[in-house]
């Protein structure tokens, strides 16, 4: 899996280009295989309150945005851990978020690394 912490803006027209042609897909102006062909099969974690654009989640400032298998989604988190434990597929819904979605959740559940490793 590849995973982008979205740091550029170019890393965030790429996003957004990717969620854009998804939307075109469901609205048959774009073919699977049109879709799958030109937009990356990956994940990106974007910090909207760093965004000049906040248009996504308002009210959650992370967003994940996942198309590692062509079904492109996005999800809000309230933080940064709670983004990286759904994004490396720590957790697989946002079922119970509030639960795990804190500050300091990837500390107190352990290393991420040997988290993920395990799976």
């Given at each position: 899996m590849e995973l982008t912490i979205v740091t ?112």
């Amino acid at each position: 899996m590849e995973l982008t912490i979205v740091t550029t803006q170019a890393e965030r027209d790429e996003m957004k280009a990717t969620l854009n042609a998804y939307a075109d897909l469901i609205g048959d102006k774009l073919t699977k295989e049109e879709f799958k062909a030109r937009y990356p099969r990956k994940v990106w974690i974007d910090n909207e309150e760093c965004s000049s654009h906040r248009n996504f989640h308002d009210l959650l400032p992370f967003l994940v945005v996942d198309n590692r298998d062509g079904e492109c989604f996005a999800e809000g988190f309230d933080t940064l851990d709670g983004a990286l434990l759904y994004a490396t597929d720590v957790h697989t819904t946002t079922e119970c978020q509030s639960e795990w979605d804190y500050m300091g959740a990837v500390k107190d559940g352990g290393d991420l690394k040997c988290r993920l490793e395990a799976k």
